[in-house]
């Protein structure tokens, strides 16, 4: 089976050939190592995810405003806190706007189909042979907004 066919087979119930393969993230540094050279735009990046044989590939949303908490923090769409690491070269969560069941009556929820949101996602999935991605946090590997 083919990527896409495997993971919609999955997510219909029915029993794809193997179990589908994802990662959330493989930071720059690790990229780096398996590419053996620095990393270039975000299409080299995930060339990465497919040349490990990965079903789908997590294209990071960059289609919303953030707000910078200091020069290593800042707060996405979703009210998360993420921190830059210089050692991973990326984000990490840090914390959130949900800490109990009353936050949840509270938070808004962001426009999943705002205009844009979709381009990035496009954009980087052309030529990975990948064609199902995901979307978390706020930042493409390239684009953070702390480096």
């Known amino acids: 089976m083919k990527p ?22 493989i930071n720059k540094p690790i990229a780096r190592q398996i590419l053996g050279h620095p990393v270039g735009d975000d299409q080299e990046y995930y060339s990465v995810y497919s040349g490990l044989g990965l079903d789908g590939i997590n294209v990071w949303d960059s289609g919303y405003p953030l707000k910078t908490v200091d020069e290593n923090r800042y707060i996405d769409n979703w009210g998360i806190i993420w921190q830059w690491s210089p050692e ?40 990975t042979g990948r064609s199902l991605l995901s ?10 907004p702390l480096r």
């Open 4 to 25: 896409r066919e495997r993971v919609l087979a999955a997510l219909r119930g029915e029993e794809p050939d193997r179990v589908p393969l994802f990662e959330i993230e």
């Open 88 to 127: 991973s070269e990326t984000n990490f969560y840090v914390g959130g706007t949900i800490q109990g069941p009353e936050d949840m009556q509270r938070i808004e929820v962001p426009n999943r189909l705002r205009t844009g949101r979709l381009r990035g996602w496009r954009r980087s999935s052309r030529g």
């Open 135 to 144: 979307s978390a946090g706020s930042t493409t590997p390239s684009s953070s």
